[in-house]
């Protein structure tokens, strides 16, 4: 891969194909207007015939951190940083990279910098393995009923074996989203702005976690709901939909 | 994404009061003024139904109860998922087909008009429910629904009604057919579609399992799929070739089980990656999936050296391979001389449970390893009778015909359940004296194939005693530098 001095933002973040980095080439180069070396962008990369599908993109990684961090300024005006890599990871960020707009310090309104910062050291730790397609498999998984097999009884791997989380990042997960609620829905609000979906799905599946086979009182307790329906209303509804509420 | 700069007014109504103090906050530094006390109240829209889509369906329908901002969340929720046998459980075990279809019918009826991404819905099927089952593939169809999940489970009565329920093709019309996805069904049968049906353009991931079809209309279904990358096909009696008509240009992910009708699978699919089948042992003609990454294949039924011949006719291109047989046979000749060789071979990992009169030949597998010159990683995994224990037959070594062929890329060797069998002997002794770069061995007497499921370890006398035959021997014949573990 060639490693010409690339005015920033010009190249596409990661190259999932040929297709992709001349669509995403031709989307960078109309939306800034600046003298760009056309012909090396427009030609897509051809692909290494014996890389995997998966193949992470490290070089484009390794471009990426040397290029400088970008500066999130939260709403107390306390500026985090985070590098190239960790902000692929938001949406909103990438956007802004790939647009070049992402030299200066990017306001992140109602986002508190101790929020930021928890939401930057997520980005941080996952950045690294960050892989769009694999990302958007794990969060919808097909199909949505697997198919029973016959059971394992072995610890031998097939080589078609996926390893779930081959970067052991489950158990950190866990223990970073052990948050208190306020906290919790802070870090969703942020992650939801920025266009975070691998953090957003993890917030949104802890709530649910937290919310299922609980029955309505307990769950306004948890999460301080206040219950504004008078007894009949609430009975009315119940009856309403009588099936939800047997148990 | 929502943008939760136009969250409803609770947010503004929240921010105007006092933060809150006493938090039983983790590990965030004090400050005077912390970050707003967010409730879950204060979240947008769009990520209160996420939340709840992830619940199941009845616990998505209890919150309209938690109070009255929470009364019609739920029925803008994108993602809709029934499951009946949860139901099941938990009254147990007295399956009401007829409640279930009550409960789905009522929450659909809420959501009509609406956008809905994901509809799942998983029961056991009773003919007589046919009619509702069209209807829901109607509102799946209006709601322009990408991801649908038909999970039916044969009724219990299947061999004396037996009929699968029939997918309606004739509800898509030609827009519809756009909008869907991935498709999950079970249970269903294809019959011919109607003639404007023109397939699903724009299918990524189709599974199928206990499909009752024939080749002609499978063919035709997805003889216009040319996105699709993902496909299972489990426990479908086709009776006939699996074979398409169009290339699979997209298709990255193929994987056929228990189908013991299927008597060839053909077609051409460039960017295969991964390829998992289990079966008998029938042609399978791969040649143009040149990027074939990993296969799986589990044959029954046929003889070591036809399967190896048959792999290497339909799957020259494989780079890592999972064999694996179950109770084989092993013929006792040396299939040696082949002109085609497995050329992007680098990982072998050779699954054998054999019969117990073949136990004593596992040195055939020569003749796979004669036709892999550039493996790098040899794994053999056996599980055999205890009779095997120090057993004196098979072949030596020796036998084999020579001609000076070595294992050059062969870097590492992984054998498991090792009985000092002198077949077992025999195979470790012929890789190390003929692979000059071998440079990790591990010799397990372990049973890997079933170490989940027995919980009895091989007393260690016994053990000591089978590493005893082969440690020295072993040592002598690697190199200097190799790393040798006996387990």
Known sequence: MDSTADPKGKRPLYQEDGLAYARAAAAAASATAAAAPDEEEAKPKPKPSSSSEEAKPEPEAEDQAEMPPLVLVAEDGVEVSISRRAARMSHMLRLLMEDSCADGPIPAPNVHSDILDLVVQYCEKHGPYYDPEASERARNPFPPFPVELTPTVSSIKPVTYVDPDPHGLKDWDKDFISLDNSTLFEVILAANYLNIEDLLDLGTTTVADMMRGKKPEEIREIFEIENDYTPEQEAELRKENAWAFED | ?487
């Open chain 2, 1 to 487: 994404m929502g943008n939760y700069l136009n969250s409803p007014t609770a947010l503004e109504k929240k921010c105007e009061l006092h933060y809150h103090v006493n938090r039983p906050a983790r590990k965030i530094a004090a400050r005077n003024e912390g970050p707003p006390n967010a409730k879950l109240d204060n979240l947008p829209q769009d990520v209160l139904c996420t939340i709840l889509s992830k619940l199941p369906a009845r616990e998505a329908v209890r919150s309209s109860v938690l109070s009255s901002e929470w009364r019609y969340i739920w029925t803008a929720c994108p993602r809709l998922s029934f499951n009946h046998n949860d139901d099941v459980r938990r009254h147990g075990g007295k399956p009401n087909a007829q409640v279930f279809v009550d409960h789905v019918n009522e929450v659909l009826q809420k959501h009509r008009g609406k956008a809905i991404d994901h509809l799942e819905i998983k029961f056991t099927f009773q003919s007589n429910l046919t009619y509702h089952l069209n209807n829901w593939i109607r509102f799946a169809i209006s709601s322009q629904t990408k991801n649908l999940a038909l999970d039916l489970a044969p009724p219990s009565d299947f061999l004396k009604h037996g009929d699968h329920y029939r997918f309606p093709f004739q509800l898509f019309d030609k827009e519809s057919v756009s909008c869907l996805e991935c498709l999950q069904i079970s249970f269903v049968s294809f019959k011919p579609p109607p003639a404007q049906f023109i397939g699903f353009p724009n299918l990524r991931k189709l599974d199928l399992h206990l499909l009752n079809t024939t080749r002609q209309d499978l063919d035709t279904i997805l003889c216009s799929c040319e996105n699709l990358e993902w496909l299972s096909i489990v426990r479908c009696q086709l009776k006939d070739e699996l074979e398409f008509s169009r290339p699979l240009s997209q298709l990255r992910y193929f994987r056929v089980k228990h189908c013991n009708n299927i008597t060839k699978i053909q077609f051409h699919a460039a960017k295969l990656s991964t390829f998992m089948y289990r079966g008998d042992c029938i042609p399978i003609a791969l040649h143009h999936s040149i990027k074939l990454e990993k296969a799986e294949v589990i044959f029954h039924d046929l003889t070591f050296q036809h399967c190896t011949a048959a792999l290497l006719d339909g799957l020259p291109g494989v780079r890592n391979l999972t064999l694996e047989f179950t109770f084989q046979r092993m013929e006792t000749t040396w299939v040696l001389d082949s002109r085609r060789v497995f050329s992007q071979l680098r990982h072998v990992q050779i699954v054998m449970i054999m019969c117990e009169e073949d136990e004593d030949k596992i040195l055939y597998i020569v003749s796979l390893l004669r036709v892999a010159p550039f493996l790098e990683n040899l794994e053999v995994h056996l599980d055999s009778s205890y009779t095997l224990w120090f057993a004196k037959g098979g072949p030596s070594r020796l036998d084999i015909p020579a001609c000076g062929y070595k294992y050059l890329n062969l870097k590492n060797m992984h054998l498991t359940g090792f009985r000092a069998a002198n077949s077992h002997i025999q195979l470790l002794l012929h890789v190390v004296e003929n692979a000059p770069v071998i440079d990790t061995l591990t010799v397990d007497t372990c049973e890997r194939l079933v170490d989940l499921r027995k919980t009895e370890k091989i007393k260690p006398g016994l053990r000591c005693a089978a590493l005893d035959t082969v440690r020295f021997r072993l040592r002598e014949s690697l190199q200097p530098g190799a790393k040798l573990y006996l387990l």
